[in-house]
């Protein structure tokens, strides 16, 4: 059994000066002075009975029995020094969601879910990564997000983790408010090929889509002018040029509300992805996931019962 007299001190100035074979550097890593080093390792060696270091002016080397004692107290301090951490870490947890965000939610669902949610926990962080659905769920498979939100029930990579359905969002075409397509007497499918496209990256779920749609329409499959997940810079383009934008109609809703772009009357798909949430059932619970999941499920709620609708 452990002596009650043996304290932390003791052991971890005696794994500095077995580590550095030096009092004086152990003294100096650990912030104190080499008379209480020596005091403290002379404590140590007076409970044991026993001496642990041959002192000598070159430093200070391990005896038989500080080599003993070393195979046993340096584990118990790893373990010790991993059991702190976790608490710290999951102390941390459940003030911080780390959460991956696709273009699908950013722009409109999202926000409205975040300030609902500070609204009912003001002290939680929410950390938020965007990219392609690829490289997030890749993060929450190896336990980097907590959570990640957005249109992506069709990646391969979601395999093996847990979605939750929130709602069906479709894919658009949103063009400035006098392209010439809105003016045009032929039916807009008719000439989408004459002008250059705003598209997703390739490898993404919602490019994948927009290939589909290529080929069962048939022809050539327009020129692509822009490819990129950034909704700023799509909007930026789409409104200064004659460029048909592929968007989610989550990430243009607000702009043809407020008439700065128009939805062409194309259909792109029959219905539009599944929208949600998904997370890793072998990650450790997270209180602040939670919230979130009930306040993007009020948060849609909300939006259903509005004017513009879902």
């Keep these: 059994m452990l002596s009650a007299r043996v304290k932390l001190r003791h052991l971890m100035a005696f794994q500095e000066v077995a580590r550095l074979q030096s009092l004086a550097k152990a003294a100096q890593a ?13 404590e140590l060696e007076e409970m044991l009975d026993a001496t642990l270091f041959e002192r000598s002016p070159q430093g200070a080397t391990l005896t038989a029995a500080g080599q003993t004692l070393l195979r046993h107290a340096g584990p118990a301090l790893r373990s010790l020094g991993e059991g702190f951490q976790a608490v710290r870490d999951a102390a941390q947890h459940d003030t911080v969601v780390r959460m991956g965000a696709l273009s699908t939610v950013e722009e409109g669902l ?26 997030l769920l890749s993060r929450l498979r190896a336990g980097e997000l907590d ?32 392209h010439p397509l809105l003016a045009s007497k032929a039916r807009v ?4 090929g ?15 889509q927009v290939e589909r749609f290529w080929v069962e329409r048939g022809g050539t499959p327009p020129r692509i002018a822009l490819e990129t997940l950034s ?3 799509s909007r930026r383009y789409a409104m200064r040029s004659d460029a048909v934008w592929v968007a989610p109609l ?7 509300h407020e008439g700065r772009l128009r939805r062409l009357p194309v259909r792109l798909e029959s219905r539009g992805g599944s929208v949600g949430l998904c997370t890793n059932i072998a990650l450790p619970p997270n209180a602040g996931v939670e919230i979130l999941r009930e ?6 709620a909300e939006r259903a019962d509005s004017p513009e609708g879902t």
């Design 30 to 42: 650990l912030s104190i002075t080499q008379p209480a080093m020596s005091k403290t390792i002379r």
């Design 110 to 135: 999202l926000p409205l879910a975040l300030h609902r949610l500070h609204r009912r926990a003001p002290a939680l962080r929410v950390h938020v990564v965007t990219g392609p659905s690829a490289y």
């Design 147 to 178: 959570a990640v939100a957005g249109r992506m029930s069709e990646a391969r990579e979601i395999r093996g983790l847990q979605f939750e359905h929130l709602y069906y969002e479709p894919l658009v075409l949103a063009v400035r408010v006098d």
């Design 189 to 192: 499918d008719e000439e989408l």
């Design 194 to 208: 004459a002008y250059p496209w705003i598209v997703p990256p390739t490898s993404t779920t919602l490019r994948d």
């Design 231 to 233: 909704l700023p810079l």
């Design 250 to 256: 989550d990430a243009v809703r607000d702009d043809m």
């Design 295 to 300: 306040c993007l499920h009020a948060s849609v």
